[in-house]
């Protein structure tokens, strides 16, 4: 992004998770989380072309985490550790260069880019409780994830609260 862009993360995370029970309150989870990434940005000054540029990116994150759990006061509690990848996917471009001369057109562009950029890694740590009812179990979590680079975000810091749905099947 320029000087002038700015990124916005998305704040729904969608995917599916998968865990398997270890030994004894030990567990682990694989996820395959989707999330949108939007940049804005704007360039130009009076004397040149104006550029409005709106891209969105694919993010895809890879958790893998050990998990424990235990009972606490009647109600089911877990922390977990481990790590995550991240892979940015393609970017859709919608750009507007607006001329400010009087005989030149002003355009609009927009396209598909796939960028193979490099994966990242990150440290996960977090902790949630369960509700279960006859047919439904709820799982809100908190996680923080620590980046091993901010490439193409703002941060390398990163905490969300998610919430797993579950059916039980009778």
Known sequence: ???????FLNPFTVGPAIETRLWKGFHFEAGALFK????DEYNGIATAPYTFRNSRYNVWEFPLLLKIRQSVAKRQVFFSGGTSIRRLGHERVDELWVSTFRDVPSKRNTFTADYRLPVRYGLVVSAGTGWQSRYLHLEPE???THWTSNHWLTSTNQVEFLLGISALVH
């Open 1 to 7: 992004m320029g000087p002038d862009g700015r990124l």
């Open 142 to 144: 908190i996680r923080y």
């Open 36 to 39: 949108h990434l939007r940049g």
